[in-house]
């Protein structure tokens, strides 16, 4: 099981998204332009992109209060979720969302969420969904190594393999959860090994190789479609900036940061294009101004795009149904 040039270059446009959104989002942020908190996911784009790669457009992603990663990834267009981090109208929660609660329907982006582990226990709902539905859909819920230390991740998992659901658990295992470190907060040493205790198969890769999570997903998501239950990913990566936009981050060394740096996912997947002659320095350098192109559009809709009406302040508060496929 490999991926083929196109989807090797796909990903890498992918990450190369994810990244220079963020790092602009970061940058408005410090200028004042962007209301509210910001978690950024800046060296851990390899997790979902290589995660949401492995995924159908009608499949579902659940996330985190670190979710523009998974929105971008999952296909989610850049107007709409720069719009909503302005707080504007036309966002895709129109104004009422902003970073920590996306959602986007029209992906499959069932909502970024505030309280950790809480698409643990929504995903098992949707897989329920899915499977009364006798769809061959999938549900991935992305969440952190903190998350996997609250009760909402074990009744998840429990549940899910229980009724057997199409449910991917995907740990984003980024050694901290805020100031405190993984090593002291997870007994066991292992977020992967706690699948043995639901009887599902649980697996550990390296979150920035894009590779190793494709492959890791695309088996879980075969096992979910074949209908034989869920599965446990821990892809184990580093982020390279604060826990939120403006911690000053005396919890940790500089030596784990540099060390995000030189296992970059996106330096090491663009290495390995060149290595197989599918990019050269001319196409990445197109690739980037793509991107740029986009981000900056993006930005420029959201800056003169309106704020929301006052009048409009309690409409969308329900959904209707049904309102996704
Ligand atoms: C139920 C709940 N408890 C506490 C918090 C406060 N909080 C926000 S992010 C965070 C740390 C999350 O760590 P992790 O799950 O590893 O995700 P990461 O931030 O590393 O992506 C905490 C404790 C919260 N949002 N929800």
Known sequence: MAPGPDLLLQ???????????????????????LPGFLHTSIGQEACAVGACAALRADD???????????????????RGLMAELYGKANGVCHGKGGSMHLADASVNYLGANGVLAAGCVLAPGVGLSIKRRGSAQVVVTFFGDGAANRGPFHEGVNLAAVWTLPVVFFCENNRWASSTASSLSAAGGSIAARAAGYGIPGETVDGNDVLAVWEATTRAVLRARRGEGPSLIEARTIRWVG????????????????EGRRTDPLARLGRLLEARQLLDAAHAGRIRAGVVAEIDD???????SPLPAPQDALADLFASYPWSR
């Open 11 to 33: 990903m890498y446009a992918g990450m190369l998204r994810v990244r220079l959104f963020e790092e602009r989002v970061r940058e408005l942020f410090a200028n004042g332009r």
């Open 60 to 78: 579902y992603v659940l996330s985190t209060h670190r979710g523009h990663g998974h929105l971008i990834a999952k296909g989610g267009a850049l």
């Open 243 to 258: 826990h939120f936009e403006g911690d000053a981050q005396a919890y940790r060394t500089k030596a784990e940061v540099e």
């Open 298 to 304: 993006a930005v420029a809709h959201a800056e003169t």
